[in-house]
């Protein structure tokens, strides 16, 4: 379907985990560090867990002076870094927030062993967004530590080791990486940047009021950790997305929108998913509120309905949440693709990922989308969104679609296209 003006092209798709890049502070060029330190390293950890305790109680509380004194002050660079990170995480809504040191992860930098005084070690760093995430969201991160003047301490010299990042995808978060903007609105959480602050309560208006017009059509799931609230990113910088290459249709600097599916822990996926995230591009704030307002609602369908459904098929999926988007609006507003009635004239199956990964994409949602409008006009919406559960987990479509609506995939695409065109022919 069509984004406005230029007909902004749709490549969106949930995703498993956001993206890993270049942190606030200096780079190392140290080896990768050994998959283990050993009992020598036992007072070592012990001082760096004190002074990531300390770290942490200072960011929970915002307290500068206790912060800045767990830092190499001796280094500018990293001291005005970290100042942009503090003064993010003052703005969020912080629940809860740990820092542990891994021992078994610790390197001397010299290569001197236990006579080192400096030290590169692995940090689990838990934070959970209150009335956001369902529970800390725990991600990896490598310190730099060093010795203070007198020596009784070890601080922080750095945050960043790009060469062990590279290796350690799925980290970073915008507020690690840049100054943000943080504000809320009922039930949204906006991130945003010096770029698109001034579009914040667009933004914040579109995604409080989707939620309900959202809700009225997928209704709720309460086992769904998105349904107390969901978190917006409006940022300029692209690059937190490249971690989710391989995870989405096209490049990801295409995409104006997302859902990214934030994993309690990226190295344990049994742990579940914390929450379910949205990106909107910052070209689309450039548009009409009309199409700002359908991209949110896609979106947000696909947070708000969170584990239900997943594994279902893409058209199934992405077909909902073009339904669900146009609800609130008027049949006169519910815009098509130029391409979607000459594609959907050569439909002869369901879309796929070929489908949807193909230059004519956005015509592909368009089928999606009418199909859809078909089997809730015929069989009524419980049974579009019980088809959904019940193709989840990549379950045979070829054996579901006859049990619950009497018609194979080629027949359904043909009745959903034939209804678009009706009504756009």
């Known amino acids: 379907m069509p984004t406005g003006a230029g007909e902004l092209a749709r490549r969106r798709l949930a995703a498993l985990a956001c993206a890993a890049l270049l942190p606030l502070t200096a780079c190392s060029d140290d080896p990768p560090p050994p998959t283990h330190g050993g009992s020598a390293y036992e007072d070592v950890a012990a001082r760096m867990q004190a002074t990531l305790d300390q770290r942490a ?22 001291v005005d870094t970290q100042q942009v990170y503090f003064d993010n995480i003052a703005q969020l809504p912080v629940g809860r927030l740990r820092l542990r040191v891994l021992p078994d992860t610790i390197t001397p930098v010299d290569g001197s062993g236990v006579d080192s005084t400096e030290y590169w070690a692995e940090v689990v760093v838990a934070l959970a967004l209150e009335g956001y995430d369902a529970a800390p969201v725990r991600t990896r991160d490598r310190y730099r530590f060093v010795p203070t003047r007198d020596g009784s301490r070890l601080v922080v ?14 980290n970073a978060q915008p507020w690690d990486l840049h100054a943000i903007h943080v504000e809320q609105a009922a039930g949204v959480l906006g ?8 579009d914040a309560w667009q933004v914040l208006d579109a995604a409080s009021s989707g939620r309900s017009d959202v ?3 997928v209704g709720s799931d309460d086992a769904s950790p ?6 917006v990113y409006a940022v300029q910088d692209l690059s937190f997305l490249d971690g989710l290459a391989g995870q989405t249709v096209g490049d990801p600097d295409r995409v104006d929108g997302l859902t990214i599916a934030v994993p309690v822990d ?3 996926p049994g742990r579940g998913v914390a929450s379910y995230r949205i990106f909107v591009n910052p070209r689309v704030l450039d548009e009409p509120s009309a199409v700002l307002g359908r991209l949110v609602r896609h979106e947000l369908t696909h947070a708000l309905l969170g584990a239900r459904g997943r594994g279902a098929p893409l058209w199934l999926s992405e077909g909902i949440a073009e ?4 609800r609130s609006m008027s049949p006169g507003q519910r815009r098509l693709p130029s391409r979607a009635l000459d594609v959907g004239a050569s439909a002869t199956d369901l879309p796929g990922h070929a489908e949807f990964g193909s230059t004519d994409a956005e015509a592909w949602y368009a089928v999606s989308w009418w199909v859809c409008e078909y089997v809730a006009a015929t069989y009524g919406e419980s049974t579009l969104l019980g088809l959904l559960e019940q193709l989840a987990g990549g379950a045979d479509q070829d054996r579901v679609l006859p049990d619950v609506l009497g018609i194979d995939g080629p027949s359904l695409v043909r009745r959903g296209v034939a209804m678009m065109t009706t009504t756009y022919g």
């Open 57 to 78: 109680a200072s960011l929970r509380r915002g307290d500068l002076a206790r912060f800045r004194a767990t830092l190499d002050r001796s280094d500018a660079g990293l």
């Open 157 to 170: 010299g750095s945050t960043t080791d790009y060469a062990w990042e590279e290796q350690h995808p799925g």
């Open 191 to 198: 991130i945003f940047d010096s770029w698109t602050d001034e």
């Open 215 to 217: 809700r009225s059509v």
């Open 226 to 231: 998105a349904l107390d609230g969901v978190v």
């Open 266 to 268: 990226a190295a344990a």
């Open 323 to 326: 339904y669900a988007s146009v």
